[in-house]
Every structure is written in C-alpha cells, then in structure tokens.
C-alpha cells in the first residue's frame, strides 16, 4: 500500500508539541516547457525556506517523449541557474551520484534560455524555455531539505492533477477514448494514457453538468495515479522491478454495474517495481451519480443491526446465495477470517473477498449474491432513491 505524504504528515503532526509547531512552508512552483536542443522537456523548480531559515530549491525535468523524471541539483549565481543532472536510479539522491550533465541558464523574457552540456564534453545544446506555471502552495509537511520538496508540494490523492502544471504535462498527456456505453441518462467510456496503455472508466454523458465534472475529476484521479507509479517504476532500475511499467500497463479496470445513480467498477491485477513479493490487488469502487462522490454503502444499507448479521450467517457453501467460486480449500475452511467487501450488480448485493495479503491473494474473488429481494430488511430510506424499482 502506497503510504502518502499526507499521512506522513499526519504520523508527524501525532507526535508534535503545540507550542513548538510551525506554519506550514511555502513553496514556489516554476515551470518551463519548451526544447533540449530539438527535443520537447519540461522542466520544473521548487523553492522554500526550512524552519532554520535555509533556502532550498530541487529541481527536475522529463523529456515529453519518455515522460520520466530526471532529478537536478540547484545552484544559483545570481540570477544564473545552474542545474546539475543525475541518473535517474538516483533520484532524489544526486548528493550520492556524480552529475552527468549539467544546464546552465539565464532569465530572458517569458522563460529561460541557455544550454545543457554532458559532463565531459565541449559543446552542448541550446535550451529555450517558456513560462508555464508559477505559484505558491502551502506544503503538506515540513521540509529540512532539498530533497523533501516533492514530497511536500502535493499528495495526488489529495488534489487534482490539474493544479499541478508540471505532473498535469506528465501525466495527462494525449489520452484516448474507447466506444461509448449507454445505461439511460448516463453513459461513460474508457479513458487510456496513450504512451503507457493504462486505463480507467470516465462518464461521458450524465443530466448534471456539475456531477458529471466531479465524478470524473475522481474517475481521473485514479487513472492518474495508476500512470503515475507506471512511470515512476519505468524510470527505476531494472534491477529493482523496474524499467518497465510494473504490470499498471495490464491492471485491468471495467464498469460492473451501472445505472443512473450508481456506476461500480471492478479493478484488478499484478503490480511489481521491487520487493519481495508482487501486489496482487482485486477491489470494486463505486460512485455515487446521485451526489458526484464516492458512494457511502452504509447511506444504502443498515450494515449494523441484527438483519444484517442474519443474512451473513446464511452465506454458507452450498447456498442458494453461493457462487460456487473455485479457490483454494482453504479459503473456505473454518479459522478463515471472511471480512468480506460489498458491492452491486444486476443480480444483487455482492458479497467479495478484496485485497488480501500476498499469502492468501488466491482467496480474492466474488463469493456470494443475495437478491434484491432478500434484502428488504437491510434497506435504509434513501436507498429507494437509488434503486426506486428494487426496494419495497
């Protein structure tokens, strides 16, 4: 599970004194898009004050064609940048590394210009860049050093991409979209990443202008995410898992179920950029086309009362609820621990096993559905406005 820099943030905060704590820094975003000799780059600064009173910047850049970071050490002299580049195996570790090339460049009017030069050679290429973005933003954590720039500019999952001009180049380059499927008043079609092949859903048509836009902002979000750890696992070593794009190219993500208030998408496949085991993943998320949010399943269903522990003892191996899905023995026998996860489909309520450890990854599936019709003492009063033909 990726652990995000707000919630490092939040970790730290626990273990903070009130009186010692100190307003969040400011860091100052530059972006410049323009050419490396005749190769399209964007290129991007960051800049802020440690509590100590320190001035740190960091810097990176990534070529438009391969899309991957390339880490760069800042030195100003005066209002000269010199930008000292790192192989990409050492990323936010150049003080580790010898620099393999370096630019060097001057303000002008609208951007910088100036030229990039590998170590060891005479000559180098022209730089012309243009401003793309510049702005301030409170940091999500504290920073000491250069290094914890990236860290503390934006936590994707916290924020749209759109904000960020230089992550919006990388990871919302040219998308294309797939046939158009049609539930009634909504219909929604697949989004793909075309350099990488990384998919997700996104809702085409819906009544409200205003949903249709904050569903997909979250719709978005996912598959800028899922591109993201594809490109950062690319630019990684071979060694580690990397230098391909970890499995995200082949994650499979498809609409399940969908009707006018809710779309459900079903995700799932075989992530690895290192480590000792790679991440099998199955999980559904659903969406609530009704208020363009993420669907609260306990607005639905009365999940804590006695009804609900009735119908669990009921979904035995065997049942008419049973799926008679094919796993392991194990993962049926008694001492399993069975926390299972909801969903919908046309039939019903989906009872599923989702994200389990590598050790049991195997027990991942759907196990039962219960009919719409089973579930007539479950059903909170709101949910006959999202299923007014099913709840009685």
Avoid at 31 to 45: F, Q, R, W
Avoid at 126 to 141: F, H, Q
Avoid at 224 to 247: F, K, N, V, W
């Amino acid at each position: 599970m990726r652990i995000t820099a707000l919630a490092i943030w939040a970790a730290m905060a626990v273990f903070s004194s009130p009186v010692t704590a100190q307003p969040a820094p400011v860091i100052h975003q530059q972006v410049y898009e323009g050419t490396l000799g005749k190769h399209p780059i964007v290129l991007e600064i960051l800049s802020t004050r440690t509590d100590a009173g320190q001035d740190v910047s960091a810097a990176r850049y990534f070529y438009r064609q391969h899309r991957a970071h390339i880490q760069l050490g800042v030195e100003r002299r005066g209002v000269r940048l010199i930008l000292r580049e790192y192989d990409p195996a050492c990323y936010l570790q150049s003080d580790q590394c010898p620099a393999k090339a370096s630019f060097t460049l001057t303000p002008r009017t609208g951007g910088l210009s100036g030229q990039w030069i590998a170590s060891g050679r005479l000559s180098g290429l022209p730089v012309m860049l243009k401003s793309v973005g510049d702005r301030k933003v409170s940091a999500v954590m504290p920073v000491q050093e250069a290094a914890g720039l990236y860290y503390a500019l934006d936590d994707l999952s916290d924020y749209e991409v759109s904000d960020n001009p230089y992550l919006w180049r990388q990871l919302a380059a040219t998308t294309t979209y797939g046939p158009e499927v049609r539930a009634g008043a909504v219909a929604y079609v697949m989004a793909t990443d075309k350099g990488t092949g990384i998919h997700y859903p996104r809702l085409s048509r819906h009544p409200s202008l205003d949903i249709l836009t904050r569903v997909n902002r979250l719709l978005d979000r996912e598959r800028y995410r899922m591109t993201q750890y594809g490109l950062d696992c690319r630019a990684q070593s071979e060694d580690a898992g990397g230098g391909t794009l970890g499995g995200w190219d082949e994650y499979q993500s498809e609409v399940s179920f969908i009707t006018e208030s809710i779309m459900v998408i079903r995700e799932g496949g075989s992530t690895y950029c290192g480590g000792a085991y790679p991440n099998n993943s199955f999980r559904y998320a659903f969406y609530d086309l009704r208020r363009g949010e993420v669907l609260d399943i306990n607005r639905l269903l009365k999940l804590d009362g006695p009804e609900y522990g009735h119908l669990r003892a009921k979904l035995q191996p065997g049942s008419a609820y049973d799926l008679k899905q094919q796993v392991p023995q194990d993962c049926m026998g008694e001492g399993f621990e069975r926390d299972y996860s909801l969903s919908f489909n046309d039939k019903g309520l989906v009872f599923s096993l989702t994200d389990l450890p590598h050790v049991i990854g195997a027990c991942m599936g759907d196990y039962y559905v219960v009919p719409y019709a089973d579930l007539k003492g479950l059903w909170r009063p709101e949910a006959a406005l999202y299923f007014p033909r099913r709840v009685s």
